[in-house]
């Protein structure tokens, strides 16, 4: 892509293209959160206008400072004595404090900016500082250095607002996903104390299995999403439990057929359960499918190899193994070579083979150790 030396020299266009590179990147990359997004834009604005430097703050309201988030061309000495900086304090602190633009096409005469000494040497002679805020809320700024004491043309100056305008919405929306996400999480959690009110065996049951999930997606080295999925959300898997009385699920032998019928019904319940934050979080479809079998004889959909989501399959060992694990009132706790035996009989009908041997690789390596303890429980895998 073609550099822009001279202001004078700007073409609309130009502007317009690192608009769209930094527009789609955001599109593309919008899941890993606003700092690759910034390093990425900062770079990109500092090559094709031909800048020095450039560095972007947030404000960080617990100590009152623009933090220097991220920083490209200059050097560790300028971004430790420039961390952070006060409301009003330099030119970074007074375009937040303002929320006003603000362009110096002369440094040395500045008599707002900080450090002018520390400027020269990084070869620092002009500037421009622009405010990251919406309507409703200031979050830092973005300042671009040039090596030369330069003029910035009309086309620069409506470029910078337009791209302070979109680096302001990016970071709002994504504000707005962080705080949606806590909510999900608070929604969770509420439905996980239900859970404990209604046996506090089915809590610790959920939690091991939830445990037992994250090692073998871990080892699976599945994508850090759908590991966060197992983190936030992992516990929920036996959320439609909560409509089965204590009298079946504690039940001290054999389920008669209409007792498990009514087990049968959990994972649709807990479907139902969930389903207000469904769409917002895709993967937590491990809900509904936990019991359907790889062989296709599951329930409730009755899914068949892939067609089973990979966290549901992963649960579905998962909740196998712990219940292996404990003790039940009609039966001991299966020793590791029996679970092992299980596990490899199964294989390909109840359970996802590829899941089966990195489960007994964890085994094998000890590190599904903190699970294998005489139990005392009364939960069954149902
Ligand atoms: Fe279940």
């Not at 037992?212 to 759908?226: Q, R, T, W, Y």
């Not at 999925?229 to 032998?253: A, E, M, R, T, Y």
């Amino acid at each position: 892509m073609q550099k822009i030396n001279k202001g004078l020299d700007l073409h609309s266009s130009e502007l317009l293209l690192v608009l769209d590179n930094i527009s789609e990147y955001a599109i593309q990359k919008s899941r890993k959160g606003y700092i690759p997004l910034f390093n990425f834009a900062l770079k990109e604005i500092i090559h094709l206008m031909d800048a020095k430097a450039g560095n972007i703050r947030l404000f960080d309201t617990s100590i009152k400072k623009l933090l220097l988030l991220t920083s490209y061309g200059t050097s560790r000495k300028y971004r430790k004595m420039k961390s952070a900086i006060g409301v009003g304090e330099s030119i970074a602190g007074y375009v937040f404090k303002t929320g006003k633009i603000y362009f110096s096409e002369n440094l040395k005469t500045n008599h707002l900016y900080a450090f002018p000494e520390l400027a020269l040497k990084e070869n620092i002679n002009s500037l421009v500082c622009i405010p990251l805020l919406t309507r409703e809320k200031k979050f830092g700024v973005l300042s671009i250095y040039y090596p030369e004491q330069r003029k910035f043309i009309k086309e620069e100056m409506n470029f910078f607002s337009i791209l302070g305008t979109f680096l302001s919405t990016f970071l709002s929306y994504q504000t707005a996903q962080y705080q949606l996400h806590q909510i999900y999480i608070n929604i969770a959690t509420i439905l996980i104390n239900i859970l404990e009110e209604k046996d506090k065996y089915m809590k610790s049951h959920s939690e091991r299995v939830k445990k037992i999930a994250l090692k073998i997606a871990i080892k699976m080295k599945l994508p850090k999403d759908k590991i966060q999925i197992i983190l936030d959300f992992g516990i929920l898997h036996d959320i439609g439990k909560f409509n089965i009385d204590n009298s079946i699920l504690n039940k001290p032998g054999p389920l008669n057929r209409d007792e498990w019928e009514i087990i049968k019904k959990h994972p649709l319940d807990g479907a139902r359960i969930i389903s207000p934050i469904e769409e917002y979080i895709k993967d937590i479809s491990f809900v509904k499918y936990h019991h359907e079998k790889i062989n296709g004889n599951g329930y409730p959909a009755k899914l068949k190899g892939a067609q089973i989501p990979v966290l549901a399959r992963i649960f579905t060992v998962a909740d196998a193994f712990e219940a292996m694990i404990s003790d039940r009132p009609y039966r001991k706790a299966l020793s590791p070579e029996q679970i092992k035996k299980e596990l490899i009989k199964n294989a390909g009908k109840q359970f996802d083979e590829t899941i089966v041997n990195i489960t007994l690789d964890l085994m094998n390596s000890e590190e599904l150790n903190e699970f294998i303890q005489p139990l005392t429980g009364s939960m069954r895998n149902n």
